[in-house]
């Protein structure tokens, strides 16, 4: 018999657009991110993508002061591959963005591959109670921001990661940003295999109907060939959704509060580590293998020190 397709689970463990007043579940200390990170490891993720936050109000914080704690806590417990967001939140700059990532040489970092809009304000209409008041303002100057991934942007990411070994998490929310990739791709600016993550759900980028991803994966195949590695992530109720078609068509999945908050309708997932597990149980169910850590290295072609920094 053939050997079983093995496939990786990202775990995006906290994310910089929910909010602590949507669920008591999100992590927002250093402690509790790194806790939720290994016990995603533990429930089968080979990756965690890391934000950072203020643990007094929860505030995205993408200083290296922030992440250091995380990352050393995450280290010495786990040898999961860490995934350092250089995506961090639509209202900082690129290079506040790049920090922690410039920083600690990361064996994998986030890379988002174009400008889009990037509209939170729907969740107004579900929240209107909050404890801090950041993250009200911040839903409602979402409606008038473009999450800025410029050319010039992007080529800075990449130049500045690219020497120390780091390699990408390619985000894509769109059928441009493929394009915008291939172009990277095609002048050998970036390397395969090249991990793509196509994003699904978000305002302001591609919906997430089953024909979306049907299209943004002919569209990678047609760019790319085999010279890629294909993951989604489906945002809320879309999330395990689009995990099961992209597990079943030969893709990679991510999961995570991040992400989505839920764990079914109208309940909250009380851990990262519980929708890595349902998501778990969807490969298993199609008769397909999870990823180890150093399983996802080999198919991602990564540096494989395990560790965080260079």
């Not at 780091?166 to 291939?182: P, V």
Request: glycine share 10%.
């Amino acid at each position: 018999m053939s050997q079983t397709r093995k496939v990786i689970i990202t775990c995006a463990v906290t994310g910089s657009i929910h909010t602590p007043s949507m669920s008591a579940h999100l992590p927002v200390s250093a402690v509790e991110i790194a806790d939720a990170a290994v016990e995603a490891a533990e429930a089968g993720a080979a990756i965690v993508h890391l934000h950072a936050r203020n643990p007094l109000d929860g505030r995205p914080d993408q200083s290296a002061e922030a992440f250091a704690p995380i990352i050393d806590r995450i280290e010495k417990r786990s040898d999961v591959v860490m995934n350092i967001t250089t995506g961090g939140s639509p209202f900082m700059t690129v290079e506040q963005r790049l920090r922690p990532a410039a920083h600690f040489k990361p064996e994998l970092a986030s890379l988002n591959m174009g400008s889009m809009n990037f509209g939170l304000f729907p969740m107004l209409e579900r929240y209107q109670h909050f404890r801090h008041p950041w993250e009200a303002r911040m839903l409602a100057d979402s409606r008038d921001v473009v999450f800025k991934n410029t050319y010039q942007d992007i080529a800075h990411v990449i130049e500045t990661l690219g020497g120390h070994g780091t390699r990408f998490e390619f985000e894509c929310y769109d059928t441009a940003h493929l394009h915008n990739l291939h172009y990277f791709w095609r002048e050998g600016l970036v390397k395969g295999p090249l991990f793509i993550q196509t994003v699904f759900g978000l305002l302001g980028g591609i919906g997430s109907h089953p024909d979306e991803v049907l299209h943004l994966k002919r569209t990678a195949d047609r760019l790319f060939g085999t010279d890629y590695v294909w993951s989604v992530l489906g945002a809320g109720a879309a999330q395990l959704r689009i995990a099961a078609m992209a597990a079943a068509m030969g893709g990679h999945v991510r999961v995570g509060l991040e992400d989505s908050l839920w764990a079914g309708p109208g309940r909250l997932a009380k851990s990262n580590a519980e929708q890595v597990v349902q998501v778990r149980h969807i490969i298993e169910g199609l008769g397909l293998e999870v990823a180890t850590p150093d399983e996802a290295r080999a198919l991602l072609a990564l540096r494989g020190d395990g560790s965080a920094a260079a």
